[in-house]
């Protein structure tokens, strides 16, 4: 079984602020995604990074697949009011038989105070 | 564009009771489709995966199945809902074995 240990739990900053959301594990993916929930809705997809060491940014975030395709990161520069929500990172399972099935991280919540 | 449906949005209903809940894409053909089980505020556990009509693979042990009677429909079913299945309902499609693009949950609440 592949798990995807996601870091922090919780995140409560003010706005201007900076942070760093963390998704660990001991298996390889063939990508791996960053998505963004707002309560009572789907997740909505920010990212897919699929090369190890790629960085790809997104205005103010910032997404680094490590080298070896088993960790992840989310930097966010200059917080927000707006990027509260519960981030999640995903990891898709490589091998043949894989069929797309992504492994989830247990979420960050983050709270960005004005 | 493709979008994707899910319904009901919010569901009640009593223990022992069936459900059904149905997701709908548009826009493209023979989808990969997911559903999924989310704890509040936490992240999503797989149930069920289809890659085609008729071809559905249960991920957990559970008292739910699912099934795909048609390229672009994903139906989730119950013969005896159980406490323990209260939760938020999410569907999803994929184009590639990459990302997933989810549909906006239906809220099931067993009493």
């Known amino acids: 079984t592949q798990l995807l240990e996601q870091s922090p739990q919780f995140l409560s900053i003010q706005e201007g602020e900076n942070l760093t959301v963390y998704c660990n594990s001991s298996?390889?993916?063939?990508?791996l995604q960053w998505y963004r929930q707002e309560p009572g809705e789907g997740p909505v997809l920010l990212v897919t990074v699929v090369t190890g060491g790629e960085v790809k940014k997104l205005k103010r975030l910032t997404f680094q697949f490590g080298d070896a395709r088993k960790d992840s990161s989310l930097h966010i520069t200059a917080a927000q009011p707006g990027d509260t929500g519960l981030y999640l990172c995903?990891?898709?399972?490589?091998?043949?038989?894989?069929?797309?099935?992504?492994?989830f991280g247990q979420g960050t919540i983050l709270t960005v105070h004005p | 564009s493709q979008t994707i449906h899910q319904w009901p949005a919010t569901l009640v209903q009593p223990v022992g009771s069936p459900l059904s809940l149905e997701c709908t894409v548009e826009?493209?053909?023979?989808?990969?489709l997911y559903w999924y089980r989310q704890a509040a505020g936490r992240g999503l556990q797989l149930l069920f995966y289809?890659?085609?009509?008729?071809?559905i693979s249960s991920e957990v042990p559970q008292n739910l199945s699912a099934s795909r009677p048609q390229d672009r429909q994903f139906i989730l079913s119950s013969k005896k809902l159980l406490l323990s299945d209260s939760g938020f309902y999410l569907c999803a499609w994929s184009p590639t074995y990459n990302e997933q693009f989810f549909g906006p949950g239906t809220r099931l609440t067993v009493l």
């Open positions: 995903a990891g898709a399972r490589a091998g043949g038989t894989s069929y797309g099935k992504l492994t």
């Open positions: 826009g493209t053909s023979n989808p990969n």
């Open positions: 298996s390889v993916f063939s990508s």
């Open positions: 289809s890659v085609g009509i008729g071809q």
